[in-house]
């Protein structure tokens, strides 16, 4: 079985056929989906999903190019929804250094601690977006001892040196489609660096596609490519790759 650990499925680009989409996953392999939010709009469009789909998880928390939609009143609701026994962590949260059109970068710290210290208040893993921001993330993960917070480094885009660092906290790599595109040798590396257990299959659906796929809308049916990936890397089968990052998701979301 294949676990999603990312994607954002109330997207308007599933607008069109969503529920046959979902339904379709579970004949498909498709085991689990996490659903994780970036705004405040999509604690209710996620919530949702979790209420009518068994298979499908939540992520509640705000995106670092979101930010400025939090202030002490609107934060209680990323807090209410994250404390729902289906929301099993706290994401996609960090920082993007990145786009441009982001808060400034002391707004972005200031709420990716806030929403740390949810997570430790909660006891559930976060899952962190971090785009051109590696020291900073790695700082912050220090101070807030995110070690013993836990979570994943969603599509894991930095060096295997970094990889080293973010392992050393006990973090999980989320691995998706970058693994297959032509300029992907950086990534390769991490794949084959990483110790097995801890990687984890993610989509960023509708984003991110696999090759021969890149450039068209993204879904968890295209993690078979990603799979592959990994496991001509790693000189292993398919079905252990998907057995593993099976087994390292449900760890991940502490899923017993
Ligand atoms: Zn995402």
Redo the contacts with the bound molecule.
């Keep these: 079985m294949i676990f999603d650990t ?3 499925y109330d997207d308007p680009a599933f607008d069109g056929d969503r529920d046959a989409l979902l339904r379709s996953f579970p004949a498909a392999g498709i085991g689990h989906v996490t659903n ?1 939010c ?1 705004t405040l709009r999509s604690l209710k469009t996620t919530r949702e999903l979790t209420e009518a789909w068994d298979f499908l998880y939540g992520a509640a928390g705000i ?1 670092p190019e979101s930010v400025g939609e939090l202030s002490e009143e609107t934060f209680s609701r990323v807090r209410e929804t994250a404390r729902l026994p289906k929301f099993v962590a706290v994401g ?1 949260i960090g920082l993007d250094y990145y786009e441009k059109e982001a808060p400034d970068r002391e707004t972005q710290k200031k709420w990716f601690r806030r929403q740390l210290d949810l997570a430790r208040e909660l006891g559930k893993p976060v ?1 962190i ?1 971090s785009r051109e921001a590696a020291k900073d993330t790695l700082d912050i993960l220090r101070e807030a001892r995110g070690g013993e917070i836990g979570g994943v480094i ?2 894991f885009s930095y060096s295997r040196e970094m990889a080293r660092e973010y392992l050393g906290l006990g973090f999980f790599l989320g691995i998706g489609g970058v693994s297959t595109y032509k300029n992907a040798r950086r990534l390769l590396e991490v794949i084959r660096y990483a110790p097995m257990d801890r990687l984890v299959l ?1 989509t ?1 659906s509708p ?1 991110l596609a696999p090759e021969p796929h890149r450039g068209t809308r993204n879904s968890s049916l295209n993690l078979p490519l990603v799979v592959r990936a990994i496991a001509e890397n790693r000189g292993m089968g398919a079905e252990e790759v998907e057995q593993q990052t099976w087994e390292n998701a449900r760890r991940l979301y502490r899923i017993s």
């Design positions: 990312h994607a954002h994780v970036c995106h996609e899952v977006h969603h599509c993610e960023d984003y």
